[in-house]
């Protein structure tokens, strides 16, 4: 099965933590990485840039109307991701416990249902 398992941060908690802290995060987050891609069940990952630098499309009219910014205001937001393709749900659990940003924030585990107009 696949999951997205999607990580949530809030920017100015990030910028808050001792610098010592966020670099073990992120060597933490490339281990992760590399464990997950050497079991097999890695298909892809990304982290995300700043909200801040984000833009939100919206079409009115026939004409797209662009905001800068994010989406809506919030305290946490769409950090990055990993896509996995695990046995199932309570596996794909296990693999977003050991993502950093759970020690932090918060990691999304949702089943993709679709993808290329295919179920999976």
Partial sequence: MKFL??????????????????A?????KGEF???????????????????????????RDGLAVVADGPYRPAAEFLSGYYLV??????????????IPEARVAGVEVRPVMHAAGQDL
């Fill in 33 to 59: 990485a590399d464990e997950v891609a050497e079991s097999g069940e890695m298909i892809l990952a990304h982290e995300l840039a700043d909200p801040s630098r984000s833009a939100v499309v919206r079409v």
């Fill in 5 to 22: 398992l999607s990580t949530h941060m809030d920017p100015a908690a990030w910028e808050a933590l001792p610098e010592a802290e966020r």
């Fill in 85 to 98: 393709d695990c046995d199932d749900r309570d596996r794909a659990i296990e693999l977003a416990a050991r």
């Fill in 24 to 28: 073990a995060m992120r060597e933490d």
